[in-house]
């Protein structure tokens, strides 16, 4: 039996060929754009992870050795690790003011981490030594984190870990950011402290530049009063 010209097993089997070679590119095309769509996936996390390293650099970066004191009038450090529900907190200068505010250009900054929501969230205060009502503004900085660690460094090698006890005012000299996210795994960047080991400034140093903040009062300007 033929149709136009061809028999029905060679109609068949031209038929078979059609549908595999039609198979086959489909299978090729989801192919291309699942990895398409990888790829594209990747480079939004890659890109989102660099915004927060580069906003966590900027605040390292411009590290300031001025200690505040919290909200019970207790003395905190210029720099702290793990400190209540924060895993590091620190002062920093370089605040922009465009409005014009009379407010510091220093801030008070602090990082956490949501492990239920898995946020990595950035905090800042708007005053440096803080009233009993005040609260910090919170900013969620990257989803999907499932880790963030910051260590310091007290000395040339990365072995010299840093310590507040070991260090009494000293700042490190530079701290490890580990980052690691469901999507790209574990980022470490290491930033340089541009105000490394000062000592805590007096009263009078630290609210130079800083005119619409309280002084620090410390022992040797108790005695003298």
Do not use: C
């Not at 702290?80 to 250009?105: C, I, K, Q």
């Amino acid at each position: 039996m033929k149709a136009k010209g061809f028999t029905l097993l060679e109609l068949l089997v031209a038929i078979s060929i059609f549908s595999l070679i039609g198979l086959g590119s489909y299978q090729m095309l989801h192919t291309v754009s699942e990895s398409h769509d990888r790829v594209r996936s990747s480079v939004d996390s890659y890109t989102k992870v660099n915004f927060a390293l580069s906003i966590i650099q900027r605040d390292f970066n411009q590290f300031i050795a001025r200690p505040v004191r919290d909200e019970y009038g207790e003395p905190l450090s210029p720099i702290m690790f793990e400190h209540e529900d924060y895993l590091v907190e620190f002062t920093r200068m370089g605040w922009a003011n465009p409005a014009g505010r009379a407010r510091s250009n220093l801030q008070r900054v602090a990082y956490s981490l949501d492990y239920e929501e898995k946020e990595l969230v950035r905090h800042f205060w708007r005053v440096l030594d803080r009233a009993e009502d005040s609260e910090p503004v919170s900013q969620v900085l990257l989803v999907g984190v499932t880790d963030f660690r910051v260590s310091g460094f007290a000395g040339d090698s990365s072995e010299d870990e840093f310590s507040l006890e070991d260090s009494g005012d000293a700042a490190p000299l530079a701290v490890e950011v580990a980052i690691e996210t469901e999507s790209l795994g574990e980022v470490e960047r290491m930033f340089q402290l541009v105000d490394p080991y000062l000592p805590q400034q007096s009263s009078a140093e630290s609210n130079a530049d800083d005119p619409n903040q309280s002084p620090i009062s410390t022992p040797e300007a108790e005695n003298q009063e």
